[in-house]
């Protein structure tokens, strides 16, 4: 398996340059509503257990994601993984927006020197365009959900989007496209949260500038 724990500053270093390279693609919101999500690079360590996953008693510098589980309270999508994201505000930027919803949802604060850089927009079946800001947290040592909108909060270990079997691929009725699912641990993520999570694999881990708009999302996630 492909490492993906460099040197903290190296692994910096190298995601500003490979989101710097890369074509982002954006696309028109066409009477969708848009929104952003953020995929905060954090160090490993403190957060609840996935089972498959090692546990984790202390920090490292080894790179992770900033995952969350949806609160069963909320009236759609409830109890789903997420990404810290939601609609862009009058006046905002996609990136700013991030930050905001990073903020509100687990407690981070960010400046914008914190963006590193944004991947292709992504349209969902629930009448969204979300684009991707790549963020970087550094140790995120004081994370506090906030109990209306996340019901947990992850670190996920980036070595895990490297899985051989990553990702899952399979076409549901109704799809013209084939359904994006990335496995963690003994469960797994679907689209439209899966389809960032590819791409950052494929973009800032490997360095290669693929496609994800065209996978589609599974049947439950299209309300």
């Known amino acids: ?18 989101l710097r390279d890369f074509d982002v ?34 920090w490292s510098s080894a790179p992770a994601l900033l995952l969350t589980r949806r609160a069963a309270g909320l009236r759609s999508h409830a ?8 609609r862009i505000d009058s006046g905002e930027t996609p990136a700013r927006a991030a930050l905001r919803e990073l903020e509100e949802e687990v407690g981070l604060r960010l400046d914008e020197h914190a963006v590193v850089g944004r991947l292709d927009d992504y349209a969902t079946r629930s009448g969204y365009v ?43 009725k109704g799809a013209d496209h084939p359904v994006l699912r990335m496995p963690v641990g003994e469960r797994w993520i679907a689209a439209p949260t899966a389809a960032f999570l590819y791409q950052f694999r494929e973009v800032c881990l490997l360095g290669r500038a693929t496609r994800v708009v065209h996978f589609d999302q599974p049947v439950f996630a299209w309300r």
């Open 79 to 86: 109890g789903q993984w997420a990404l810290p994201g939601g």
């Open 25 to 58: 693609h954006s696309l028109p919101a066409e009477g969708r509503r848009h929104a952003a999500v953020a995929l905060a690079v954090v160090d490993e360590g403190h957060g609840a257990d996935l089972p498959g996953l090692p546990a984790h008693d202390g």
């Open 130 to 172: 979300i684009t991707p800001v790549v963020v970087w947290a550094g140790s995120a040592r004081e994370l506090v959900p906030n109990p209306q909108e996340v019901a947990s909060i992850h670190r996920i270990p980036a070595d895990e989007f490297l899985r051989a079997d990553a990702p899952l691929l399979n076409h549901v």
């Open 1 to 18: 398996m492909p490492s993906a724990s460099p040197d903290r500053a190296d692994l910096f270093a190298l995601l500003q340059t490979r």
